[in-house]
């Protein structure tokens, strides 16, 4: 099992930029193929990027792609989510997720989630 603790949200104006962590419990954290996903207010939540447990392989929505770079260091046992040229609709509150299958489509873990407001 793995525990998961996210970081790094708050407000920041458009195109500005913020770097999310996730920070995992236990000594198997390389194991997991990890990911981030967000919920905007009155919407569903969505996938956003994923990393394999070496890191070797990602994976990005459309939406994220070229802007968003997803990136772990299994040391420290964090997941990073560096997030550049942010747009309001960014805004929602994004999740790490972790699934010892990659991708981590349908994550088995969860954590309890940063809010991010991009403001315009």
């Known amino acids: 099992q793995v525990q998961l603790v996210e970081s790094g949200g708050g407000l920041v104006q458009a195109g500005g930029s913020l770097r999310l962590s996730c920070a995992a419990s236990g000594r198997t954290f390389s194991s997991y193929a990890m990911g981030w996903f967000r919920q905007a207010p009155g919407k569903e939540r969505e996938f956003v990027a994923a990393i394999s447990g070496s890191g070797a392989f990602t994976y990005y929505a459309d939406s994220a792609k070229g802007r968003f770079t997803i990136s772990r260091d299994n040391a420290k046992n964090t997941l990073y989510l560096q997030m550049n040229s942010l747009k309001p609709e960014d805004t929602a509150d994004y999740y790490c997720?972790?699934?010892?299958?990659?991708?981590?489509?349908?994550?088995?873990?969860w954590g309890q989630g940063t809010q991010v407001t991009v403001s315009s």
């Open positions: 997720a972790a699934r010892q299958s990659y991708p981590p489509l349908e994550p088995d873990y």
